[in-house]
């Protein structure tokens, strides 16, 4: 059985997934953000083995810990070819906005369009959803949804930063999630989780 935990990260609250089998322990991290130390306490507390990392994006809130994990567990880091660059640029990135100088190893794998992936335990959907960067990307694993900073709970990510941020391309965005399952639960990269449905209802960047 695929079960999901969570890690609030850093002092942006960066909510990083924990995606594991719970029976071979095997386990996919998303957005290990700013404090890859309880991000490491989680994966220990719950005797798992990450296989591999994904970026929903390339903003610095997201990325800071990619090296720490996958240097302490050996796995490839992921992301969207696009928002590649964005990890050895700090002003792309937005970590100069705060004073940091933020560079992330390049990315092992890179996605280049909507796909289904494998791990070991699991099968993954890749959605492109370009808006909140030029590259970001949804995450669907069964009827779980990690939306990035794509689409949270009662709103969406925002548009004006570095990364390539786009009104338009947003939209579209959106009316892709607006078609999937209205039964999927909705993991954003920041606050409360949610449903595609209760999303359709209450959100009003989905009506």
């Known amino acids: 059985m695929i079960k999901t935990d ?9 909510n990083c997934y924990l995606i594991y089998d719970s029976i071979t322990r095997r386990a996919v991290v998303i957005d290990p953000g ?12 719950l ?6 990392l994904i970026n929903t994006h390339g903003h610095f809130d997201h990325i800071i ?20 660059g964005m990890l050895g640029d700090p002003f792309e990135n937005a970590s100069t906005m705060i004073g940091l100088q933020t560079k992330i190893k390049p990315a092992e794998v890179l996605f280049d369009k909507e796909e289904e992936k494998q791990t070991s335990f699991c099968k993954y959907s890749i959605l492109y959803t370009p808006g909140h960067t030029r590259g970001s ?6 009827d779980f949804l990690f939306s990035g900073d794509t ?8 548009t004006d930063l570095t990364g390539g941020g786009n009104d ?40």
Do not use: W
């Open 6 to 14: 969570f890690v609030i990260s850093g002092a942006l609250e960066v």
């Open 34 to 45: 700013q404090d890859g130390e309880a991000v490491m306490n989680k994966i220990n507390s």
């Open 47 to 52: 005797d798992i083995k990450p296989e591999l």
């Open 65 to 84: 810990s990619d090296d720490i994990i996958r240097e302490k567990y050996r796995i490839p880091l992921a992301i969207h070819k696009i928002d590649s």
């Open 137 to 142: 990307i949804c995450i669907l694993i069964d």
């Open 151 to 158: 689409l949270f709970c009662g709103s969406i990510g925002r």
């Open 168 to 207: 338009i391309e947003m939209t579209e965005s959106l009316k892709k999630l607006k078609n999937l399952d209205k039964k999927i639960a909705v993991y954003p990269g920041h606050g409360p989780a949610s449903t595609i449905a209760r999303e359709l209802s209450n959100n009003p960047f989905l009506r």
